[in-house]
């Protein structure tokens, strides 16, 4: 896995990330593709005869299952990051048509910045590269043993998303059941007063200015909100930062960052 991941991101999305310093987290629940995270990933039919020894009937213990695969679901969020900083597709889904920035992160850097309480049972979050695969592909939800791509039931749930999304490269940090002093509503949300359901809260984990290790400026970006971003990058994030500005290749359908020196 490479040490420096990246977070493409809209100029809104920016002002907030760098701005406070932090990595928002996701409900699982709540990402833009209605299969990731899902119980239907695994397989329920074939239940353990240990479990069927009892009175309790096989269709409940199917049943049981996938209901603690969902809560499991519901009480975990998750850091959605890239392995490459030049994917077209998302330098149009993530970054408003080109005209946002892709933030590369010092992984290391981020790991050891994290609060002691950020989690209330792990210290560390999780780190999982996503595996694209069909969805026939589900392994039993009652086997914990290491499958061939030594990929366990536990973060299968976790680690697999559709072929289709396999441009994006993705790695992600996961959290089950964070501390709720890291809860707060996203800018959006508090423009609308009502109440809200526990799975539409980020979490926000804080981050040294050491951990953003590059930023990269969209083609299509406003030239004066590059600007105010570079002069605060360099002065109250990380004067070691590296600035890149995108360009369109003259002779390929692709991007390539230029240096700002």
């Given at each position: 896995m490479p040490r420096i991941l990246y977070k493409y991101i809209d100029i809104e999305g920016a002002k907030y990330m760098l701005g406070g310093k932090n990595l928002q987290f996701t409900n699982a629940s709540q990402l833009n593709d209605p299969f990731d995270c899902h119980p239907k990933l695994l397989d329920y039919s074939n239940v353990p005869k240990h479990k069927l020894q009892g009175w309790i009937p096989e269709k409940w213990w199917k049943m049981k299952e996938e209901n603690d695969a969902l809560n499991f679901r519901n009480d975990t969020w998750l850091?959605?990051?890239?392995?490459?900083?030049?994917?077209?597709?998302?330098?149009?889904?993530?970054?408003?048509?080109?005209?946002?920035?892709?933030?590369?992160?010092?992984l290391d850097k981020v790991l050891?910045?994290?609060?002691?309480l950020f989690s209330q049972f792990y210290l560390q979050p999780l780190v999982y590269e996503v595996q694209y695969r069909d969805i026939i592909e589900r392994p039993?939800?009652?086997?914990?043993?290491?499958?061939?791509?030594?990929?366990?039931?536990f973060s299968y749930q976790w680690r697999t998303k559709a072929k289709e999304w396999a441009y994006e490269k993705e790695v992600r940090l996961i959290w089950y059941n964070p501390n709720p002093m890291y809860a707060r509503l996203t800018p959006e949300q508090a423009e609308h007063p009502k109440v809200r359901k526990g799975t539409e809260i980020h979490y926000y984990l804080p981050m040294k200015g050491e951990c953003f290790a590059s930023i990269y400026f969209g083609v299509s970006i406003d030239p004066a909100v590059k600007e105010k971003i570079m002069k605060y990058a360099r002065k109250k994030l990380n004067p070691q930062i590296s600035l890149y500005q995108m360009r369109v290749d003259d002779d390929a359908f692709r991007l390539k960052p230029e240096i700002i020196r």
């Open positions: 850091c959605s990051l890239s392995k490459v900083n030049d994917s077209l597709l998302m330098w149009t889904h993530y970054c408003y048509n080109h005209k946002g920035i892709c933030i590369g992160l010092d050891e910045s994290v609060p002691p039993s939800a009652y086997n914990n043993r290491i499958l061939n791509d030594a990929v366990d039931t």
